[in-house]
Antibody, heavy 125, light 110 residues
Framework: QVQLVESGGGVVQPGRSLRLSCAAS????????MHWVRRPPGKGLEWVAY????????????YYADSAKGRFTISRDNSKSTLVLEMDNLRPEDTAIYYC??????????????WGQGALVIVSS | NFMLTQPHSVSGSPGKTVTISCTRT????????VQWYQQRPGSAPITVIF?????PSGVPDRFSGSIDRSSNSASLSISGLKTEDEADYYC?????????FGTGTQVTVL
């Protein structure tokens, strides 16, 4: 069965960086687009970033919410079935539970069918 | 980009039916499919409806989804309400390679 396990969360000061990872298993990782979604405390779900499936030439493209553009970088290591979110210049409003989520269908999908349990990121001085 | 607006909360008694709306602020609701997710406290979201009205295996047929082009909105109905349905519900759609979540609705079982 599909498993997504996030790691790397923690408490970080404003302006600092943090790296989240998501270890995937139970499916052919390279065939699926992957996402990061967050839920700030007391607020709703917010889509953060998407990376396309691993194409034959090894290239994947990242797409970002406006709140993440220029500060966050999504990447994937298909050889290790791992999704990564590098977060720079963190702000208090980035405090949230961060979930990795899998596209429902291979190559592209309008929605998600599997989620990790989440990694808590707290940005505070 | 468009937004998806949901009521902040809805409630109903056990056995009754509740309906959650999801209104698209610009563009046509029928242009891009809508998914619905349930998130219980302390848990990750799960899909209850995908591609407007499709139910994943394992989701009870008490959950149903629909699209109303006249009001430019999608709806999630939960019939035969149970205490286990108490959760936050989110609609979600997409615009090219970005994804958009609705504002979320808290469902309370009275």
């Amino acid at each position: 069965q599909v498993q997504l396990v996030e790691s790397g969360g923690g408490v970080v000061q404003p302006g600092r960086s943090l790296r989240l990872s998501c270890a995937a298993s139970g499916f052919i990782f390279t065939n699926y687009g992957m996402h990061w979604v967050r839920r700030p405390p007391g607020k709703g779900l917010e889509w953060v970033a998407y990376i396309s499936y691993g194409e034959i030439d090894g290239g994947s493209t990242g797409y970002y919410a406006d709140s993440a553009k220029g500060r966050f970088t999504i990447s994937r290591d298909n050889s290790k079935s791992t999704l990564v979110l590098e977060m720079d210049n963190l702000r208090p409003e980035d405090t949230a539970i961060y979930y990795c989520a899998k596209d429902q269908w291979p190559q592209w999908s309008p929605g998600f069918d599997s989620w990790g349990q989440g990694a808590l990121v707290i940005v505070s001085s | 980009n468009f937004m998806l607006t949901q009521p902040h909360s809805v409630s109903g008694s056990p056995g009754k039916t509740v309906t959650i709306s999801c209104t698209r602020t610009s563009g046509s609701i029928g242009s891009n499919s809508v998914q619905w997710y349930q998130q219980r406290p302390g848990s990750a979201p799960i899909t209850v409806i995908f591609e407007d009205n499709q139910r994943p295996s394992g989701v009870p047929d008490r959950f149903s989804g629909s699209i109303d082009r006249s009001s430019n909105s999608a709806s999630l109905s939960i019939s035969g309400l149970k205490t286990e349905d108490e959760a936050d519900y989110y609609c979600q759609s997409y615009d090219s390679s970005t994804r958009v979540f609705g504002t979320g609705t808290q469902v309370t079982v009275l």
